[in-house]
């Protein structure tokens, strides 16, 4: 199949495809995907809220956390300080203590500051002020003497505050090494319990141990963490290495001293991103302790959920669109088919005036031009009816149905209104007579009217009688064929058959004014005897008076001249008939040979076996005129009745006719047939070749060609030498072998184009081949 072929296959089959498929994709794809959307929106939009109330309450639990524990250190860390400050070794009497002289004193003090140092990672150094001695006392530094000075009266303010701990600025006391300090320094005033302290505890923190345990209790990575006190100077930002973001620490630290709640969750963009800011103030310092959290990742966990869910949402909606693609193309599949069928198939181009947009539209209008046509179809055949039932009968009786069985005839008959069952056939033949004979009241040419007008008159008789019915065989003839049960007796039979002949003898010369003969056969039980018995009651009529009128013959009542004058074979010169119109030579040359045996036993005088063998000569010449067949005898000028009454023996009579009747009879049928038959075969092949695709058989081809499928099936294989299954097989299979060396296709496809199903096309392909399609494509086979 060429590329442009299959182009304008594809092309015809999507034009099948109109409004109601598009309509119901859209239908079922709603269906199946506006469950889906709405479980996927309902589903993102509560999950999502759900996710994100989730987060921000671990997230706030997570702050808390923080907060708590950064204030417990610092708590444990006064503790600490506090219960160290109750030690005995701090009690009055070191107030006024020579520590020089007292040096055991000294020694337990520093011991105790060194081992107080070590209690906790976030002191770097402890020192005790003595005020009467004016000494700085410190574990790493020894004994300090203060100078007057700043220093001095820094000192000397510790003692005047009215808090016994509190925390005070650390360049207070080191104003030149405060770079690994922490900027605040814990004072407890000594001893613990007094009004009048003479010293003080002050206990400095490591900066960096403080940054970097700030840094750590921040929960995100990119965040940002400091302390600040309540007028917003800096006490420490953590261990931050970005510079970068300090603008965004002084842009947050802005709006913390803006808030005067003590603690307030909010937001704050800087440079494109979306930060969630906590604070929490300690309770006995007042620093507000603030930490900056990036939102993208706070929410990075949400993103990440609704994404998954919106990725299930949309595979959802994909596999529903799949699904109603699916479904609709079940859905239209009667529709498609119907389309196809109405349409001619998708092998047919669409016709221009064809408007295929709305399958339902265009199958409605199908169907209704069908019913149309079916409607005046069944008009046509009920106006007709009467006709083709004449018909049937008139050639059942002149046994032009030979060919039927008995079963056959009596489901036809049933077919035109007559019940069969239980029942035997009697024929009445209306013989009219002669115009000759009458009173001259029609003239010669209207033989057909009057048989008409009494074929009329005997119809009207029988009219309300069921098991009558009435044929005209014309020639100034009219048979009436009349049914009885068969259980009933002979004698009532034929006094109602007498009473109908009177009836109709009286009425037809009564509106006719003709002679009236009617002869009544004998009952017969089969049909197909009907033949035989109208052959008889022509007989008996030939036993009528000529000039009497309304004469009724009984062929029970001449038996005896019935037998003497019917000793011709009827049977076998219709056997003899049907065997050379079938060209059978040999079994006519036998029956030739049976007819004049018969002859010669029921005759047994020449001249009648002359007059017999003259009958069947003009049943044969009939038979060809019939058949339009030319004797050689009608070229040749010759007479051949003379030449049959010229012959005495019956032998001689015997072999005259076959060589100069039967054989040139053969002869010229075999050439006349030949060539009709090789026509016919030919335009049978033709009707194959573009039809082999649908569903074709012999009774189809027959009724197409005009044939019995009998005669069309023995001519095919006389003439193709196969017969019309192998012969069509033989086309399927070599269209399909072409379709697989030249397409694409799928082998499923092939074999619809073929006019197969797939099972049955891949077994007849392997036993005509021997491989199958497949194997057959994949082989390269037949390139």
């Avoid at 495809?17 to 929106?41: C, D, E, H, W």
């Avoid at 505050?161 to 006391?173: G, I, K």
């Avoid at 019915?469 to 004698?491: A, R, Y």
Wanted: charged share 25%; aromatic share 10%; proline share 3%.
């Amino acid at each position: 199949m060429s590329v442009l072929s299959m182009l304008k296959f594809k092309v015809n089959n999507r034009g099948l495809r109109g409004n109601y498929f598009r309509k119901s994709l859209i239908f079922v794809l709603i269906v199946t995907s506006f469950p889906t959307a709405i479980i996927g929106i309902s589903t993102y939009m509560i999950g999502i809220n759900q996710v994100e109330k989730e987060v921000y309450q671990k997230n706030k639990y997570q702050l808390e956390q923080v907060f708590k524990r950064f204030d417990e250190q610092f708590s444990q860390l006064e503790m600490t300080v506090d219960k160290g400050a109750a030690n005995s070794i701090f009690d009055e009497k070191i107030r006024h203590a020579n520590f020089i002289e007292e040096f055991q004193v000294m020694q337990d003090i520093y011991r105790w500051l060194a081992v107080t140092q070590s209690s906790d990672p976030m002191i770097m150094r402890i020192d005790l002020f003595l005020e009467n001695q004016q000494m700085l006392v410190s574990n790493d530094r020894g004994a300090i003497w203060l100078k007057d000075g700043l220093n001095k009266g820094t000192y000397d303010s510790i003692l005047k505050s009215e808090d016994l701990m509190y925390w005070s600025d650390t360049e207070n006391f080191y104003p030149s090494d405060v770079s690994s300090l922490f900027p605040l320094v814990l004072v407890h005033k000594l001893p613990f319990i007094s009004t009048r302290p003479y010293g003080a505890l002050l206990v400095y923190l490591d900066k960096n141990m403080i940054d970097k345990e700030i840094t750590q209790l921040n929960p995100y990575e990119n965040g940002i963490s400091f302390i600040m006190k309540p007028s917003g100077d800096w006490i420490t930002s953590g261990k931050e290495t970005d510079a970068s973001k300090q603008p965004l620490k002084d842009l947050i630290r802005s709006k913390v001293l803006k808030d005067d709640s003590g603690q307030e969750s909010f937001t704050v963009k800087w440079e494109g991103e979306e930060y969630s800011v906590a604070t929490a103030t300690f309770s006995r310092s007042g620093w507000r302790y603030v930490i900056g959290t990036p939102i993208s990742q706070v929410m990075q966990p949400i993103t990440l959920t609704s994404k998954l869910m919106l990725g299930v949402s949309f595979m959802g909606l994909v596999i529903a669109a799949l699904l109603s693609w699916f479904a609709s193309q079940r859905m239209y599949r009667p529709i498609k088919r119907l389309v196809q069928m109405f349409g001619g198939g998708i092998s047919n181009k669409i016709p221009e005036e064809e408007d295929r947009s709305d399958e339902i539209k265009f199958i409605e209008d199908k169907w209704l031009n069908i019913t149309r046509k079916s409607e005046l179809f069944q008009s046509l055949l009920e106006e007709n009816r009467y006709s083709i039932k004449k018909g049937f009968l008139l050639q059942l009786i002149q046994d032009q149905l030979y060919f039927f069985s008995e079963n056959e005839l009596r489901v036809r008959l049933e077919g035109h209104g007559w019940d069969t069952v239980n029942q035997k056939f009697t024929l009445l033949l209306i013989q009219l007579s002669p115009f000759s004979e009458t009173s001259k009241r029609f003239v010669e040419g209207d033989e057909q009217l009057v048989t008409f007008a009494a074929a009329n008159i005997i119809e009207e008789l029988s009219m309300d009688k069921a098991n009558m019915e009435v044929i005209n065989l014309h020639n100034l003839s009219v048979s009436l064929l009349v049914s009885f049960e068969q259980d009933k007796p002979g004698e009532q039979i034929k006094s109602e058959l007498y009473k109908i002949s009177n009836e109709l003898i009286n009425m037809i010369t009564k509106l006719l004014g003709v002679h009236v003969a009617v002869g009544i056969s004998r009952p017969a039980n089969d049909l197909k005897n009907l033949p035989k018995a109208l052959n008889e009651v022509k007989q008996c009529l030939h036993f009528r008076e000529i000039g009497e009128h309304g004469q009724i013959l009984s062929t029970d009542d001449f038996i005896p001249y019935v037998k003497e004058n019917l000793g011709y074979p009827f049977q076998i010169e219709k056997d003899l008939i049907h065997a050379l119109q079938m060209r059978a030579e040999e079994e006519t040359i036998q029956l030739l040979q049976e007819f004049h045996t018969v002859l010669k036993h029921n005759a047994g005088k020449a001249f009648q076996i002359q007059q017999f063998t003259a009958q069947l000569l003009s049943s044969v010449l009939r038979a060809m005129i019939q058949l339009d067949v030319a004797h050689a005898s009608a070229s040749q000028g010759i007479n051949l009745y003379e030449q049959l009454f010229q012959l005495k023996e019956i032998d001689e009579i015997n072999k005259w006719f076959r060589n100069a009747v039967i054989l040139p009879f053969l002869k010229a049928l075999s050439e006349k047939q030949g060539i009709e038959m090789k026509q016919t075969i030919h335009k049978v092949k033709e009707m194959i070749a573009q039809e082999y695709m649908n569903d074709i058989s012999l009774e189809y081809l027959s009724d197409k060609i005009g044939i019995l499928p009998k005669r069309l099936s023995a001519v095919f294989a006389e003439v193709t030498k196969q017969n019309f299954i192998d012969y069509l097989t033989e086309v399927r299979i070599e269209k399909s072998k072409e379709l697989l060396r030249n397409t694409d296709l799928k082998v499923t496809e092939i074999a619809g184009r073929v006019g197969y199903q797939p099972s049955y096309f891949n077994k007849l392909f392997k036993k005509s081949e021997g491989v199958t399609p497949g194997e057959y494509r994949e082989a390269g086979l037949g390139l």
